[in-house]
């Protein structure tokens, strides 16, 4: 190691590239320009078949090193004439260079094999993505990436126009050009490594937590038009999610417009039955199921027609015609679900500003990581998967709930999980009426929930997402035609609360577990 590096920022001339890609995009048409220009390409197994099929001259790797490809290919590139060749600084290392044998290599294209495709096969075990880790690719990319004083490395085939317009233009390519690409290059390795970590330990929340992704959008702004913003994607992920949808029409997704959507499907994947969610500032404002989508929508939406306005709906059930031609009657900002008809989508497209997103199947919400920004760091935590059960219930009045009112608890409960605490949830005839949500008060939050259920209270059941500690919210909901609380319990004053239900003819279910969401 040198004690006192210097780096050398002038432009540099290409005379040799090694090229090696599992990704070969636009490789036959960069190999004929580099050709062209008189650059010598080296080259090994695909990548050089690819190659020499159009008529591009090309040297074997194993030709220049006079070393075979051993061990089934996991060792081709390992060689100090290659390593050498690219770890070289050409001010400081001529003699060795010259001693040894060894040519410059100025351009490294390379690009890995997509080890997310690996892990996400059916068949594949820990033997199957072992065997597919790349060795050799990633050892040349992170040396040409540091030694951009004189190298040049490119990992995305976007790039190659970039390095041949240089080229082109001026002979050379500039020291700006391999600063930025380095950056890049050791950004893919980067990815690469983590996708490998993150597949290989035994922990999710593991005393090492790496993330990474990959840019899936450039959005105007964020929340706040101050504010910039952009979409990333987990790297191979084609689950059916709101960045994966098909979008049939209407303006790009906003930020704002990607988080309601992913709370609708967050919520809407609670249920398995026909179901309609109406959210509204990642909350949702109204949800119903039921057997006929066009029923279901219109209670879903009628829950808080207030609320709706400018809201995101989702179903999960294919939208025909009947309930595209009722939503048109409203402005909302995104229609989504698994499939349209020819028909809906007909009727949708005469209103060209709403988005309308095909999800593909809805299936049940899985067990992934959330994480949140915290000065300093980051917090993470499974996402609540939990599914409550009739089992799970434990009635603690003298008046007991009906089968019917334990229905209508269970699915209360799971739109419940999906409002902001402090939450409070109204429901009637698997329809929520009332939704009290995100205030620093549980009183505060029955208030709202009751203010907006209006007459619809009568013969409703009201869900609460952590205990009372206080009876007042019991003595609060008394005569308004509340007949059943749902809540975890676990407060020191549950006998308080359960004492003022006895009073009021009010029957309470303990679920023996929360669903708070801040």
């Known amino acids: 190691m040198l004690d006192n590096p210097t780096l050398n920022k002038n432009n540099i001339k290409i005379k040799r590239a090694l090229i090696s890609v599992f990704d070969k995009t636009g490789l036959p048409e960069l190999g004929k320009e580099l050709d062209n220009i008189g650059i010598e390409i080296l080259s090994t197994g695909g ?12 040297m074997d790797v194993s030709d220049y090193t006079k070393f075979p490809e051993i061990m089934d290919g996991r060792v081709k590139t390992i060689n100090p004439l290659i390593e050498g060749g690219i770890l070289g600084l050409r001010d400081t290392h001529k003699e060795d260079a010259e001693n040894n044998k060894i040519k410059w290599i100025d351009l490294v294209i390379c690009n890995l094999y ?5 892990i996400s096969r059916e068949d594949c075990d820990t033997a199957l993505a072992l065997e597919n880790i790349d060795i050799g690719g990633p050892t040349m990319i992170r040396s040409a990436a540091k030694n951009i004083g004189w190298v040049v490395v490119v990992v995305d085939p976007n790039d190659y126009v970039l390095i041949i317009d240089e080229l082109k233009n001026n002979n050379e390519i500039s020291y700006k050009t391999r600063l930025s690409l380095s950056s890049k ?12 970590h993150n597949y290989l330990k035994e922990h999710q ?9 990959k840019k899936h959008s450039e959005m105007r702004y964020g929340e706040n038009p101050h504010q910039s913003a952009a979409a990333f994607q987990i790297p191979g992920d084609k689950s059916n999610n709101v960045l994966n949808a098909t979008i049939h029409q209407g303006k790009k997704l906003s930020y704002n417009n990607i988080m309601d959507a992913d709370a609708a499907l967050a919520c809407l994947k609670e249920f398995r039955s026909t179901a309609c969610v109406v959210v509204k500032h990642a909350n949702p404002c109204g949800v119903a199921r039921g057997e006929e989508i066009v029923d279901v929508y219109k209670r879903a939406f009628n829950a808080d027609s207030l609320s709706a306005f400018g809201g995101i709906i989702a179903m ?8 595209a031609n009722e939503i048109s009657k409203v402005f909302v900002e995104i229609v989504l679900a698994p499939s349209f008809t020819k028909k809906a989508l007909s009727v949708f497209s005469k209103k060209k500003n709403l988005r ?10 899985e067990k992934l990581i959330e994480i949140r920004n915290v000065v300093g760091g980051i917090i993470v935590q499974e996402t609540d998967t939990s599914i409550t059960t009739k089992e799970n219930l434990k009635t603690v009045t003298k ?11 269970l699915f209360g409960w799971k739109v419940l999980k999906h409002v902001k605490s402090n939450g409070i949830l109204i429901v009637k005839d698997n329809t929520t ?3 009290g949500a995100g205030q620093v008060s549980r009183v505060d939050s029955v208030d709202i929930a009751m203010k907006k259920s209006g007459e619809s209270i009568q013969g409703s059941i009201l869900c609460s997402d952590a205990f009372f500690p206080f009876r007042d919210s019991i003595d609060k909901i008394a005569g308004s035609g509340i007949k059943a609380v749902l809540q975890p319990g676990g407060s020191v004053r549950d006998n308080e609360v359960i004492s003022a239900c006895n009073e009021h003819g009010i029957s309470m279910v303990f679920t023996g577990e929360r669903c708070f969401k801040h």
């Open 47 to 58: 990548s050089a078949k690819t190659l020499r099929d159009n008529s591009v001259a090309v």
């Open 114 to 118: 997509p080890f997310s495709k690996t």
């Open 185 to 196: 290059a050791f950004g893919h390795t980067a990815q690469y490594d983590t996708i490998i």
């Open 205 to 213: 929340l593991s005393n090492v937590f790496n993330l990474t992704y």
């Open 316 to 323: 999960n059930k294919e939208c025909n015609s009947l309930v």
């Open 356 to 365: 309308v997103l095909e999800i593909g199947d809805i299936n049940p919400r």
């Open 399 to 409: 008046i007991k709930p009906t089968e019917t009112d334990i229905d209508t608890m």
């Open 433 to 435: 009426v009332g939704v």
